[in-house]
């Protein structure tokens, strides 16, 4: 469902001249799977889904997904895939059911569709409460709500969250999680970056280790203990980035 194929980004900096923020990386998400990226900030992680997500073009490599390449049709790319990061903004002015409307019609949907889907969403999310709300007024855990049914609404087969939970409090984060996992459940496919590494732990599949640009490790969190010889993700990722970097 997800190919990155020798991804790679070059970034020009005035001061610091050519900066290579994401290094060749390659990896494989597959449907029904949560897929993560782990690495500390800075490391390449939002570069990396940025460009499977057709926000930004690669140097070089590229990535298909669901069968279409990011660079020759991103357009049709973006219809495959729904985005959610930790700072995914909304237009305050709008009401939470205005905001995903308007996203539904962004995506080509007819209005019957958007009305089934959003209330088949605000249901799953116990949103029914605070739906005609200015999203100026709603807490961070309603927002983040919002921002969830407004990513989804055209149900896309690809989900990519970018550090979704950073800087939300206990009860937000649950939320993000529990739907990630709702995603995996219906078959999609999931790819995750986080920091934290606890959460990967809970939540992935798989992980890919990544650390200035560069992909060190990919398997399962039991195989990069094993590899490290570590009984907890922390100290198996700093031994697995010391030992190759």
């Known amino acids: 469902m997800i190919e990155a194929k020798a991804l790679c980004k ?29 690495g500390p900030n800075g490391a390449g992680k939002t ?11 690669p140097t070089s490599g590229t990535a298909i997904i669901d069968g279409i390449d990011v660079c020759q049709d991103p357009e049709s790319v973006r219809s495959h895939i729904g985005f ?47 739906a005609d709300g200015r999203n100026e007024k709603l807490s961070t855990g309603q927002k983040q709500k919002v921002s969830i049914a407004r990513s989804v609404i055209h149900d896309p087969p690809v989900m990519v969250f970018d550090e979704p939970t950073t800087g939300l409090d206990v009860m937000s984060s649950r939320t993000i999680v529990d739907f990630i996992r709702q ?3 219906e078959g999609k496919c999931v790819i995750f970056s986080t920091h934290i590494m606890s959460e990967a732990n809970r939540l992935c599949d798989r992980i890919a280790v ?17 590899k490290s010889g570590c009984d907890n993700l922390e100290d198996a990722f700093i031994k697995i980035v010391g030992e190759t970097s």
Request: with cysteine; hydrophobic share 35%; glycine share 10%.
């Open 10 to 38: 070059v970034f020009k900096d005035k001061k610091r001249g050519e900066i290579k923020a994401v290094d060749s990386v390659s990896f494989e998400c597959r449907p029904g799977e949560i897929f993560g990226l782990l």
């Open 47 to 57: 570069t990396t889904l940025r460009m499977i997500s057709t926000a930004i073009r």
């Open 84 to 130: 959610l990061s930790g700072n995914t903004g909304l237009y305050g002015r709008l009401t939470g059911r205005e905001m995903v409307d308007y996203f539904g019609k962004l995506y080509g949907m007819e209005q019957s569709r958007i009305d089934d889907r959003r209330n088949k969403l605000f249901a799953m999310l116990n949103m029914e409460s605070f």
């Open 183 to 185: 995603c995996k459940d």
């Open 210 to 226: 990544i650390h200035e640009g560069k992909k060190y490790f990919e398997g399962t969190a039991d195989q990069m203990l094993s």
